[in-house]
């Protein structure tokens, strides 16, 4: 079955290092993949995504994501990490085409940074 | 402009009862998604709906869910005689029609609705 996961439950850093959360997939076909991030009682914010092009994607907030295809992974980045990014991190793949397509979720990945 | 919204955002009931769960989605967002986000099954995927219809409803774990869209906005989310594995939080998403621009993959999420089933 097609899927992605995220192999870290937790993730800690302190603030104004590099951060790194992991994501590989499992996809047929080429990928469209996403990353959203989660703060304590909300909803999901989209941060950016991958679809074609580029394999480094720029996104929200000072986050990219590294397209590997050899690899089959999607790993978020970020090269100076604030208190503020401590959130629950999610990567996700579009099952199903554009606008009609239903997203897979990973099991997440909670993001520590600490002052 | 205004995001997607979702009301109530905290629901509590006694188990059998049925509950409503209601989703505005970003005006002019044809697709519409309702998801949930549980403990133990992290975020899955429930229905989908283009416009009134719901192409795909596989994500319904039971026919105590239903959901319907009128006037291809507002979707309602119904769960019938609830279940203490009914808790949850449920999750509203939408995205553009197909054509609009290279965002029409986007999901844009509300705030959800936490459900707690005593």
């Known amino acids: 079955a097609q899927s992605v996961a995220q192999p870290e439950d937790q993730v800690n850093v302190a603030e104004g290092n590099p951060l790194t959360v992991k994501c590989t997939y499992s996809v047929s076909g080429n990928p469209y993949l996403f990353w959203y991030v989660q703060y304590p009682n909300r909803g999901l914010q989209f941060l950016l995504k991958?679809?074609?092009?580029?394999?480094l994607v720029k996104g929200s907030y000072g986050f990219e994501a590294e397209f590997n295809k050899s690899q089959t992974s999607f790993h978020l980045k970020k090269p100076s990490a604030l208190v503020s990014d401590s959130a629950l991190y999610f990567c996700a793949f579009l099952h199903g085409s554009s606008n009609t397509g239903k997203l897979i979720f990973g099991q997440g990945t909670t993001l520590q940074v600490k002052p | 402009g205004a995001g997607v919204s979702q009301s109530p955002s905290n629901k509590v009931t006694e188990k059998g009862k049925d509950v409503e769960l209601r989703c505005d989605p970003i005006?002019?967002?044809?697709?519409l998604y309702w998801y949930r986000q549980s403990l133990g099954q992290g975020l899955e995927f429930l229905i989908y709906f283009q416009g009134n219809s719901a192409p795909d409803k596989s994500g319904l774990p039971s026919d105590r869910f239903s959901a319907e869209r009128t006037g291809g906005s507002v979707s309602t989310l119904t769960i019938q005689r609830t279940q203490q594995e009914d808790s949850a939080v449920y999750l509203c998403?939408?995205?553009?029609?197909?054509?609009?621009?290279?965002?029409?993959?986007?999901?844009?999420f509300g705030p959800g609705t936490r459900l707690t089933v005593l």
């Open positions: 998403a939408s995205s553009f029609p197909a054509g609009h621009s290279t965002s029409t993959d986007t999901q844009y």
């Open positions: 005006s002019g967002h044809t697709a």
């Open positions: 991958y679809i074609t092009g580029d394999n």
